[in-house]
């Protein structure tokens, strides 16, 4: 078994509004930045309600987090399933067999079976609206499982580098041709100094028109960025490698599009102007000193404008169009169910220190540091309801985890009161919307982020090991934070004994 | 494939700040936690480089997982055409 590429989740979500029409259906969203298409499901049962909450999951912003997709689609089947044959969700039991633990080594840890009863399965169905969108950034994920797995960001290329790396090969030479002209044999283990010689001699580029870098940790790879620049005219075309001169095993020369790409979570309308909200000083302190805005140097890098990608985009317009009471995005791995605010320390006293008044602008520090002290309005109420509601979560993973309930503690945290505080992240956009003069539903918005896996990596990281039970616990943790989420909210909206009131005027 | 380690790093908050865009480290944000005393840990994956500029900036680095491991992981879960890079 292995991750599912993008291509796959979307046969899968296809396969899903055919098994279960009319109550799971697909909707369509903006294609990605290079042309794969991306949908949403809206799960909705036939029951007739003056009220049903709408609900919001996502899933893949992040490339190199492979789990959440694959959890969030799997969880949906099970759900479906169930509901139509009226029976509970029933998970089987499983054997977790190389479960980290300090100091090194590894332990093994059984699961019992996770049972969600079948009322619960008719309620999260019928008296929620849900739409889940499994894989916002599916050129990151083919991108993450085919050519760098730690990759995070989206696939939009500003700088238009290519990888070239001979692949397998140990020894030999292979060939680039660029608009038909094709360069001189380069030996399969060439510096940036060959490289850049051989294609420079090109008459479609000529001297001076090609950057070469060889920025990869370990030289052996024999992997290179090369650019085009001066009077090469954009676009560029990829290379295109002839590898028959190379020797070795299953040797091959690959040319790939390395993109820059922009972090989805950093690039939505909430103090996206970094450099604004904080101070510049605040601003390069809470993220790094001189690499503020470079796409290539920055792992977070927020994108030319705040919105500017169609994966972005594509999530805020749901948020929109359906008007979403509730939202939920899966990653990995911190250990932590993540609340409001991400981008500053949070106080329940002073409204007037919010994000929208422009006389705290370029003075914020981050982590409420300046003086005087600025932190960002969250209403205790509200506070309290979103601790509920994270609450119910936690409450619901350590359920799940049976009998190993120690290995899946999440705290309940806001998102920026640790280490790494930042802007434009979706949670907190979501989260703003309800603050804003132009809020029109008037109605309170609920916003989590769900950092599923252990925080030391004892869960596999960011790639959960498929074959050894590391993935279904990650899963587990995954599904139990599902239904914990979904059926406080229907308690929310059924007006039951936990009740803080569903979403209301301000 | 480049080798990477999945290491927990412990230091100051200002050096783990400073980490963020360093080439060869790849922290899942999230996972840092106040240990108390200024000190702080974050989790993520580093080359043998990057651990070096780490220990080098004052910081302890634990290996959680080693690159076999770590490279092993990634094939199973990538199936027939693992990352190159």
Same mark, same amino acid.
């Given at each position: 078994?292995?991750?599912?590429?993008?291509?796959?989740?979307?046969?899968?979500?296809?396969?899903?509004?055919?098994?279960?029409?009319?109550?799971?259906?697909?909707?369509?969203?903006?294609?990605?930045?290079?042309?794969?298409?991306?949908?949403?499901?809206?799960?909705?049962?036939?029951?007739?309600?003056?009220?049903?909450?709408?609900?919001?999951?996502?899933?893949?912003?992040?490339?190199?987090?492979?789990?959440?997709?694959?959890?969030?689609?799997?969880?949906?089947?099970?759900?479906?399933?169930?509901?139509?044959?009226?029976?509970?969700?029933?998970?089987?039991?499983?054997?977790?067999?190389?479960?980290?633990?300090?100091?090194?080594?590894?332990?093994?840890?059984?699961?019992?079976?996770?049972?969600?009863?079948?009322?619960?399965?008719?309620?999260?169905?019928?008296?929620?609206?849900?739409?889940?969108?499994?894989?916002?950034?599916?050129?990151?994920?083919?991108?993450?499982?085919?050519?760098?797995?730690?990759?995070?960001?989206?696939?939009?290329?500003?700088?238009?580098?290519?990888?070239?790396?001979?692949?397998?090969?140990?020894?030999?030479?292979?060939?680039?041709?660029?608009?038909?002209?094709?360069?001189?044999?380069?030996?399969?283990?060439?510096?940036?100094?060959?490289?850049?010689?051989?294609?420079?001699?090109?008459?479609?580029?000529?001297?001076?028109?090609?950057?070469?870098?060889?920025?990869?940790?370990?030289?052996?790879?024999?992997?290179?960025?090369?650019?085009?620049?001066?009077?090469?005219?954009?676009?560029?075309?990829?290379?295109?490698?002839?590898?028959?001169?190379?020797?070795?095993?299953?040797?091959?020369?690959?040319?790939?599009?390395?993109?820059?790409?922009?972090?989805?979570?950093?690039?939505?309308?909430?103090?996206?102007?970094?450099?604004?909200?904080?101070?510049?000083?605040?601003?390069?302190?809470?993220?790094?000193?001189?690499?503020?805005?470079?796409?290539?140097?920055?792992?977070?890098?927020?994108?030319?404008?705040?919105?500017?990608?169609?994966?972005?985009?594509?999530?805020?317009?749901?948020?929109?169009?359906?008007?979403?009471?509730?939202?939920?995005?899966?990653?990995?791995?911190?250990?932590?169910?993540?609340?409001?605010?991400? =981008?500053?320390?949070?106080? /329940? @006293?002073?409204?007037?220190?919010? $994000?929208?008044? !422009?006389?705290?602008?370029?003075? +914020?520090? *981050?982590?409420?540091?300046?003086?005087?002290?600025?932190?960002?309005?969250?209403?205790?109420?509200?506070?309290?309801?979103?601790?509920?509601?994270?609450?119910?979560?936690?409450?619901?993973?350590?359920?799940?985890?049976?009998?190993?309930?120690?290995?899946?503690?999440?705290?309940?945290?806001?998102?920026?009161?640790? =280490?790494?505080?930042?802007? /434009? @992240?979706?949670?907190?956009?979501? $989260?703003?919307? !309800?603050?804003?003069?132009?809020? +029109?539903? *008037?109605?309170?918005?609920?916003?989590?982020?769900?950092?599923?896996?252990?925080?030391?990596?004892?869960?596999?990281?960011?790639?959960?090991?498929?074959?050894?039970?590391?993935?279904?616990?990650?899963?587990?943790?995954?599904?139990?934070?599902?239904?914990?989420?979904?059926?406080?909210?229907?308690?929310?909206?059924?007006?039951?004994?936990?009740?803080?009131?569903?979403?209301?005027?301000? | 494939?480049?080798?990477?380690?999945?290491?927990?790093?412990?230091?100051?908050?200002?050096?783990?700040?400073?980490?963020?865009?360093?080439?060869?480290?790849?922290?899942?944000?999230?996972?840092?936690?106040?240990?108390?005393?200024?000190?702080?840990?974050?989790?993520?994956?580093?080359?043998?480089?990057?651990?070096?500029?780490?220990?080098?900036?004052?910081?302890?680095?634990?290996?959680?997982?080693?690159?076999?491991?770590?490279?092993?992981?990634?094939?199973?879960?990538?199936?027939?055409?693992?990352?190159?890079?």
């Amino acid at each position: 078994m292995a991750y599912r590429t993008a291509k796959e989740i979307e046969a899968e979500m296809a396969d899903l509004e055919n098994q279960f029409r009319p109550v799971c259906v697909r909707f369509s969203l903006m294609d990605s930045v290079e042309g794969r298409p991306i949908h949403g499901l809206r799960i909705k049962g036939p029951v007739p309600l003056d009220y049903r909450p709408n609900v919001l999951i996502t899933a893949g912003v992040h490339a190199r987090e492979w789990a959440p997709p694959d959890a969030l689609l799997s969880f949906i089947r099970e759900l479906l399933v169930a509901y139509t044959a009226k029976a509970p969700i029933v998970e089987p039991a499983f054997t977790y067999s190389d479960r980290g633990i300090p100091g090194g080594g590894t332990t093994t840890l059984n699961y019992f079976q996770y049972i969600v009863k079948a009322n619960d399965v008719q309620n999260m169905v019928n008296n929620v609206v849900t739409y889940a969108i499994p894989m916002v950034n599916p050129d990151g994920r083919d991108f993450s499982l085919g050519v760098e797995a730690w990759w995070r960001k989206n696939r939009k290329s500003f700088n238009h580098w290519q990888l070239v790396k001979a692949l397998g090969a140990t020894g030999g030479t292979y060939t680039l041709t660029f608009r038909g002209a094709t360069t001189t044999p380069i030996a399969f283990n060439a510096d940036a100094t060959e490289i850049t010689q051989a294609l420079e001699l090109l008459t479609t580029v000529g001297p001076g028109n090609v950057v070469v870098d060889q920025p990869f940790p370990h030289p052996r790879d024999h992997a290179t960025l090369v650019r085009f620049t001066g009077t090469v005219a954009a676009p560029y075309p990829l290379m295109i490698p002839d590898s028959s001169g190379l020797t070795g095993g299953a040797h091959r020369t690959v040319v790939v599009d390395w993109g820059d790409g922009v972090d989805i979570n950093r690039n939505y309308k909430i103090a996206w102007q970094k450099e604004v909200y904080y101070s510049i000083a605040g601003a390069q302190s809470v993220y790094s000193s001189a690499t503020l805005d470079d796409p290539e140097a920055v792992q977070d890098y927020r994108g030319p404008d705040a919105l500017s990608e169609v994966e972005t985009v594509n999530v805020a317009d749901t948020m929109a169009i359906e008007g979403v009471d509730y939202y939920l995005d899966l990653h990995l791995f911190a250990g932590k169910i993540l609340l409001p605010w991400a =981008l500053e320390d949070k106080q /329940g @006293t002073v409204s007037t220190q919010w $994000f929208g008044n !422009q006389t705290w602008d370029r003075r +914020r520090a *981050g982590g409420g540091r300046q003086d005087p002290p600025y932190k960002e309005w969250f209403p205790v109420n509200l506070w309290a309801q979103h601790n509920g509601l994270g609450t119910a979560m936690q409450t619901e993973i350590a359920a799940a985890a049976a009998p190993n309930a120690a290995e899946s503690s999440y705290a309940v945290v806001e998102a920026g009161a640790g =280490l790494y505080q930042c802007t /434009g @992240t979706g949670n907190d956009y979501d $989260f703003s919307l !309800q603050f804003l003069p132009d809020n +029109r539903e *008037g109605t309170e918005k609920f916003a989590m982020t769900f950092e599923a896996g252990d925080p030391d990596g004892f869960d596999g990281g960011f790639f959960p090991h498929m074959n050894t039970g590391q993935y279904e616990k990650v899963a587990r943790d995954i599904h139990g934070g599902i239904v914990g989420f979904l059926l406080q909210i229907v308690a929310w909206a059924a007006g039951g004994p936990l009740q803080p009131p569903p979403p209301q005027k301000h | 494939m480049t080798l990477y380690m999945l290491v927990a790093i412990k230091g100051k908050r200002d050096v783990l700040r400073g980490l963020r865009d360093v080439g060869g480290l790849h922290l899942s944000f999230h996972s840092d936690r106040d240990l108390g005393g200024g000190l702080w840990s974050v989790t993520g994956y580093a080359t043998e480089e990057a651990v070096r500029h780490a220990v080098r900036l004052g910081c302890a680095v634990t290996v959680v997982m080693d690159d076999d491991r770590v490279a092993d992981a990634i094939r199973s879960g990538s199936g027939s055409n693992p990352p190159i890079i």
